[in-house]
T-cell receptor, first 118, second 110 residues
């Protein structure tokens, strides 16, 4: 499968636990974006990463949330000490072009991880 | 800042046409259009660039008015498969990220 792969598809966590969401971009893509979507709402930007670098994390909450995209392996979105308000669908998207040509290239989305905090 | 889409929702009969609008308060480098079906990933439809270049779906058309900072998506002879939520996304000058609009829910009925 050459598409963007996210896992797990569904994740249930109790309040206070940690959630780790994984994203493998399309083959040949080195730019990854994470978005959060609440039910019946739009896609909210969280963070943009290139290999080993965070380019823009302006949409990421300052506490409990972190993201990485190591040289080898998938991108990881980590949420510590989850709360009920973190329940949402988290989508990862990848692109084959980055700054300053990001505007010129479509994003390819994964199927998302649906996080439920109980 | 998030672009505003209109209408918020529209119901069509199969074969009818629709226009979805997207407007921004900031100067635009490009406008992207995506469609998302319930429970699924957003799917790329089209990119419109400054200067008039377009990339995307052959059966979908769109316009980009740079002066007014607006884009419109034209869906003609709608099919049942067109149902879903349509999002525009914008790249503004100096921006690193695609900021999505509020979404337009489209339902096509027989």
């Amino acid at each position: 499968n050459a598409g963007v792969m996210q896992n797990p598809r569904h994740l249930v966590r109790r309040r206070g636990q940690e959630a780790r969401l994984r994203c493998s971009p399309m083959k040949g893509h080195s730019h990854v974006y994470w978005y959060r979507q609440l039910p019946e709402e739009g896609l909210k930007f969280m963070v943009y990463l290139q290999k080993e670098n965070i380019i823009d994390e302006s949409g990421m909450p300052k506490e409990r949330f972190s993201a990485e995209f190591p040289k080898e392996g998938p991108s990881i979105l980590r949420i510590q000490q989850v709360v009920r308000g973190d329940s949402a669908a988290y989508f990862c998207a990848s692109s084959n072009q980055g700054v300053p040509f990001s505007y010129n290239s479509p994003l390819h989305f994964g199927n998302g991880t649906r996080l439920t905090v109980t | 800042q998030q672009p505003v889409q209109s209408p918020q929702a529209v119901i069509l009969r199969e074969g009818e046409d629709a226009v979805i609008n997207c407007s921004s308060s900031k100067a635009l480098y490009s406008v992207h259009w995506y469609r998302q079906k319930h429970g699924e990933a957003p799917v790329f439809l089209m990119i419109l660039l400054k200067g008039g270049e377009q990339k995307g779906h052959e059966k979908i058309s769109a316009s980009f008015n740079e002066k007014k900072q607006q884009s419109s998506l034209y869906l003609t002879a709608s099919q049942l498969s067109y149902s879903g939520t349509y999002f525009c996304g914008i790249f503004t000058g100096g921006g690193n990220k695609l900021t999505f609009g509020t979404g337009t829910q489209l339902k096509v009925e027989l």
